[in-house]
């Protein structure tokens, strides 16, 4: 797991310097779509990038019977919570220490705004997808909210792909 966090705060650290593979954006999102994506941070549009690109390599390889282009806006989509606060490589890195250290008991101090969206910009990202007319979508603001929920509650192989394909990213 020490080494997992080394390479993530690696891949933070390049992408700063890297510019965005708007492929991906413009194959599977909307304009208003980019516009949410675009208030995320440099290194979590970078993280968003390679859990699509994962999450359809998965789909293809696995031959699963999922909507690339649903699956793919999801993917990018995912992460948007963090966007109401964006931290830095180093205020992660001591959440995630902090984390560690206190078996999560930080958790509790929601009133400290870097630790709430550190445990709970998934059901941020659903808010904001529900105040910018997704309320229709409930797969996408299901697999925004749950993305770091336990798989085995949910029986929905799109959650399934970007759940893995975050924790690997």
């Not at 806006?73 to 606060?85: E, F, I, Q, T, Y």
């Not at 630790?115 to 998934?122: D, G, K, L, R, T």
Request: charged share 30%.
């Amino acid at each position: 797991m020490a080494l997992y966090r080394v390479k993530q705060f690696i891949w933070g650290f390049t992408s700063l310097f890297k510019k965005i593979d708007d492929t991906y954006l413009t194959k599977f999102l909307d304009e208003e779509e980019i516009k949410i994506f675009n208030k995320l941070k440099h290194n979590d549009k970078h993280h968003c990038i390679r859990v699509c690109k994962d999450s359809i390599k998965m789909r293809n390889s696995l031959n699963i019977n999922v909507d690339m282009y649903r699956l793919g806006r999801a993917a990018l989509l995912h992460d948007v919570g963090k966007s109401v606060k964006h931290l830095s490589l180093i205020e992660k890195s001591i959440l995630v220490i902090l984390d560690k250290i206190t078996n999560g008991k930080i958790k509790k101090y929601t009133n400290i705004k870097q630790i709430n969206v550190y445990y709970n910009h998934p059901k941020i990202g659903s808010e904001i997808l529900k105040n910018n007319g997704f309320n229709n979508d409930k797969e996408l603001l299901d697999i925004v909210q749950y993305h770091h929920s336990s798989i085995a509650k949910f029986d929905n192989e799109m959650l399934k792909i970007i759940k893995t394909c975050d924790d690997i990213n």
